[in-house]
Structure formats: C-alpha cells, structure tokens
C-alpha cells in the first residue's frame, strides 16, 4: 500500500492499493475511488466487533459501522477528504502501542488498525453540546490516519510536565500522557473568564498534537451568522 497526502488547507488522503490490499475507514467517510474497489461495510473493524465494541463505540460517540476498501483483481485507488480545514496526521502504530484521539479524528486505517472508546467523561448537559468529553483509542498495529482541525501543534511533555488545554484542542495523544479533566480554578473565572469551565491536564512523558481550530469552536462562531427561525 501506498499513499499520498494532497493539498494544504483542506488535504486528501489518497491511497494506492495492490490487488487484495484494503485500508479501512468510519462509515461515511469515501470521497471517491478507481472501478477496482470493493466496498464491504460492517460492525467490525480488526478486533474491535462483537456485542461488547458496538457498545463501547456507542457510548463513545462513534460510528457504529465500518467499511473495507478492498482492491479486486488490479490496482486501484480510493480517495478520504477532510471536512474542514485543517491535517491529515500518519501514525504508525507498532504492536503494544495506542494513542488516544479525539472521537471524530480517525479518517482510515490499514489492516490490523482496531479502533474502540477510551477515555469517557460526563461534563455536564450543555458542555460540549450535551456529550461530555470523549476519546477513542487506536491500537493494533498498522498505520492509521488522523484528522485535525485548524493547525497543528505538537508538544513533547518531558516526565512530570504538565500542559493544561481546552479540551476542545485535545487531537491526539500519545499512552504514555496522563490525562485528567480538572475544573477551571476561581467563581469569576468559570462564570466571567469565556474559558469554559474544564480544562484537561496532560501530564508528561510523552508526545501531544493539538488542534487550533477545533469544531465546537467553529460552531459557536458561526451561530450568530446563521438564519434565525423568523426566516
């Protein structure tokens, strides 16, 4: 398998298959592909089906269902575009590694990539649209791909470092971070400070990708630009 990242503010990933080669993605996310791919769509990604990795995906946010992007007979190509401005990250995972990421980064994965809810906290109705915050773990081994939002920016946290960042940036994360949802210290601050009320505490070692532009942010810019219900 090959592939190639296109463009610069709203990238595609597009990947080259040999015949028998597939590369998985969430349900929805093709953009556009050769004649010689064969889509299967299912519950199961690697190891991640069964009754048990529909739920967890379920209560983490995620899609549900998964398709396979199989090259049949010859060469082919299929083709993932973002849906907003922003990167398409390549993160090799070897065997006994994960990351976490934000639960709607993963954009496809090559064989042996399992993707499932990780990390689930309840923020309260009205954060975060109500859904709390939530991450998904990818693990396996294999290469996924990653989208984030805005720029990119990449801290690596020496042991016992701590960043404190709006959850909304969070994009990817490497097993060995510490993350814990912390409240914003101070009455004034929470109510008056328009930081929001949590803040996530990485906690170093370990490498983090933020994202600048995160879409809860872009949402709450455009609503006042959106037309009101009088028409």
């Known amino acids: 398998m090959e592939h190639q990242i296109i463009g610069s503010t709203l990238p595609v990933l597009e990947v080259s298959l040999r015949p028998g080669e597939k590369v998985t993605s969430v349900a929805g996310e093709l953009s556009w592909m050769s004649a010689s791919i064969q889509m299967h769509t299912s519950t199961q990604m690697g190891n991640s089906g069964g009754l048990g990795g529909m739920l967890g995906r379920l209560a983490g946010g995620a ?44 954009l496809c994965g090559t064989s042996g990539i399992e993707v499932g809810a990780s990390f689930m906290q309840n923020l309260g109705v009205g954060v975060f649209g109500g859904n709390g915050f939530i991450m998904q773990r990818v693990t396996g081994v294999g290469t996924a791909f990653i989208e984030l939002s805005g720029e990119l920016i990449n801290y690596d946290l020496a042991p016992g470092e701590v960043l404190n960042v709006h959850p909304g940036h969070v994009g990817i994360l490497s097993e060995t971070i510490n993350l814990q949802i912390t409240r914003i210290k101070g009455i004034r601050n929470m109510l008056f400070g328009g930081d929001g009320v949590f803040l996530a505490q990485l906690t170093g070692p370990g490498r983090i990708w933020l994202q600048s532009m995160p879409i809860a942010n872009l949402a709450h810019a455009l609503i006042p630009y959106m037309p009101s219900g009088g028409g």
């Not at 575009?81 to 976490?100: D, N, Q, R």
Request: proline share 9%; net charge neutral.
């Open 63 to 106: 899609s549900l269902f998964y398709t396979d992007y199989t090259a049949i007979g010859q060469p082919g190509m299929v083709a993932f575009a973002t849906k907003l401005p922003g990167h398409i990250v390549e993160l090799p995972i070897p065997a006994g590694h994960s990351y976490l990421i934000h639960r709607t980064g993963f």
